[in-house]
C-alpha cells in the first residue's frame, strides 16, 4: 500500500490552486445588507406575474377580436382567452401551493418547501396537460394560431418579470 500520497494538487491540473473563500454573513450582517439594497431582498413579484399574465391574455383577446377581418372572430377571441388561460391557471395553482407551504407553521424546513416546490411544478405541468387535452377534446372548433399565440405569450410574462426586477 502506497502511504506517500501527495497532499496537495499539482498545479497545473487546476487553474488556479488558490482555494475559494465564501463569506459566512451573521443576523445582523444580513439586516445591514437589506438596509443598503432592499430591492435585492423584496419577494418575488409572483402575483403580479400572474396578474401580467390575465392582462396580456385580455389584450390579446381583443386584438384577435378587431384585428381579425373574419366574420368568425368571436371564435378567434375565444380561443385566445382560452390559450391564456391555459397560461396563467396552472400558474395561480402553483403559487397558491406555494403559499400554503410558506405559511405552514407544521414543519418550516428547506426540504418542506423543497417539496411544495416540485409537488407544486408537478401539478402545474400535469394541469397545463389536462387543460389543452380537455378545451381541444370540449371545444374542437377552437383556432390553433391564437390559442398558442396566448399561450407563449402568456409565458413569457416569466421573463419580463425577471427582466424588470
Known sequence: MNTNRPTSRPADQWEDSAEEIWPSYSKQDIEALKALNPRLFTNSRSWYVILMQIGITLVLSFFFFIFVGSPDNSVYTYSALVGGSIGFLPSTLFLLRLE???????????????????????????????????????????????????????????????FWK
Open 100 to 162: 400554503l407551504a410558506k405559511a405552514s407553521n407544521k414543519n418550516k424546513s428547506a426540504g418542506t418547501y423543497l417539496s411544495a416546490l416540485v409537488s407544486g411544478e408537478l401539478l402545474k405541468i400535469v394541469l397545463t396537460v389536462l387543460l389543452f387535452i380537455a378545451f381541444a377534446i370540449k371545444l374542437p372548433d377552437l383556432k390553433w394560431v391564437p390559442l398558442l399565440v396566448a399561450y407563449v405569450v402568456t409565458l413569457k410574462c416569466y421573463l419580463l418579470a425577471w
